[in-house]
């Protein structure tokens, strides 16, 4: 849907990506300042740093390949008090490294 209200902001501006640019600006404004300042972690390190030397071993079954997208199920095994619990993700990344 976004894309094609840019899409249609070009055309009307006869193709002119300044006007895009500053009719759309506003929109995104906050989220680019706020991710600026405060940059999402991937989720593998916000494991890591909530349970530090816990995760034991990852496990990844491909599910789905296609040119822009890899989707897998990754399995994670981490040790707390001498227990270990697997937890299953199903996960999506531009490329298997970002995936796992």
Avoid: Q
Avoid at 33 to 61: F, T, W
Wanted: with cysteine; aromatic share 12%; glycine share 4%.
């Amino acid at each position: 849907l976004l894309e094609s209200v840019i899409g249609a902001i070009y055309l009307d501006s006869g193709e002119d990506l300044d006007t895009v640019w500053r009719v759309i600006w506003p929109w995104f404004e906050h989220f680019y300042d706020n991710y600026s300042i405060n940059p999402p972690k991937n989720p593998r390190v916000l494991l890591h740093e909530a349970y530090p030397g816990a995760i034991k071993k990852r496990k990844l079954r491909t599910i789905l390949i296609t040119a822009s997208k890899f989707i897998a199920k990754v399995t994670i095994s981490m040790r707390k008090d001498d227990h270990i619990k697997r937890y299953t993700f199903t996960t999506i990344g531009r490329d298997k490294r970002n995936c796992t």
